[in-house]
């Protein structure tokens, strides 16, 4: 049941139909995408495939490989229908000309959404159980932590659960997270390496980051590391050992829940076309977003210099190795 396979399959039918004048125009997938919507990128090739009148027959494996939604399965018929164009399955006869077949294939998208939010229905029940008893629950495995597949359950990583206990004692001392960030960034501490596989097949390596603010938020106000487990805002007592205790977690998340006092409100009207290129430049090097800085220094009209910053630059700081880093915002 793979793309590979059910494209295989649809190329047979082209080829049995060959002397009716098919032949393929392209092929679209959406591998790790779920079909529970139609706003995936092959989707919309396809589309304006369509729209552009290149397309006159849509192949398909089955029925619920293209959508599991009766709620978008109407419009995506009547887009068929105004471009004139056929939905044709190998493996299922979805002829809608005639109302049996119109009511067969309605019968059939909305099986297919049953089976879907059943199957969603299942694993949520399941994780809700997983924590009730205190297991892991899945996803990444957290920092300070690693997985034993003998357990098949969270052990504590030496090197980084004495990071872990350090981040704590220090907000209990009511050190600023900023200057504990800092702190440890200063000592050449980084996040875990972590290696993320795109749709596309290519590797990249999304951890190995500077320790910022938020970073440290989300770590402190975790009951993983006092031993719970957290599932829809209800905590239980975990099966994994705790790296702080929790009088150390309580001591911790006071000291950084403190009330922010907001921002003065603004009366002026922002400058929208100040920065005309925000979100739309792009480093050319890191592939990443070009963000507005402006610079401390006032030119000759009494306006800060701008400038674009790569946004790998602007998150990583010493450890981007970007050769582009800033660009003038007037020249570009």
């Not at 995936?40 to 599991?68: C, D, N, S, W």
């Not at 932590?145 to 990071?163: F, K, M």
């Amino acid at each position: 049941d793979s793309c590979e396979s059910q494209a295989v399959i649809c190329r047979e039918h082209i080829a049995k139909h060959a002397a009716d004048g098919w032949f393929e125009v392209a092929c679209f997938s959406d591998p790790a995408y779920s079909d529970s919507s139609m706003n995936r990128p092959g989707i919309r090739a396809l589309m304006r495939q369509i729209e552009a009148g290149e397309v006159k027959v849509v192949l398909i494996f089955k029925l619920e490989r293209v959508l599991r939604s009766t709620d978008e399965w109407g419009p995506f018929r009547a887009f068929l229908h105004k471009h004139r164009c056929k939905l044709v399955s190998p493996t299922e006869d979805l002829t809608d000309e005639s109302p049996s077949g119109r009511l067969k294939n309605n019968l059939l998208m909305s099986v297919a959404e049953y089976e879907r939010l059943n199957t969603a229905e299942k694993i949520r029940i399941k994780l809700n159980e997983q924590a009730k008893r205190g297991y892991w629950t899945g996803g990444l495995v957290p920092y300070g932590y690693r997985y034993d597949e003998i357990l098949q359950g969270l052990s504590p990583e030496p090197a980084e659960a004495a990071v872990i206990v350090r981040i704590f004692e220090m907000a209990a001392r009511l050190t600023g997270l900023a200057q504990i960030a800092n702190t440890l960034n200063d000592e050449g501490i980084r996040t875990r390496p972590r290696y993320h596989q795109r749709r596309n097949g290519e590797r990249l390596n999304i951890g190995q980051k500077r320790f910022r603010t938020d970073i440290l938020r989300r770590l402190i106000t975790r009951p993983l590391y006092a031993g719970k487990v957290r599932m829809n805002g209800h905590e239980f007592p975990g099966q994994h050992a705790a790296l702080v205790s929790p009088e150390l977690w309580e001591q911790a998340n006071a000291a950084i829940n403190k009330r922010i006092n907001p921002p003065a409100r603004r009366f002026s009207s922002r400058d929208k076309h100040f920065h005309v290129l925000k979100g739309l430049a792009h480093c050319g090097c890191c592939g990443r977003a070009l963000i507005p800085n402006a610079s401390g220094k006032l030119d000759p009209t009494g306006k800060p210099y701008r400038y674009y910053t790569c946004g790998k630059l602007h998150k990583e700081r010493g450890d981007a190795a970007c050769p582009v880093s800033h660009v003038a915002a007037v020249p570009l």
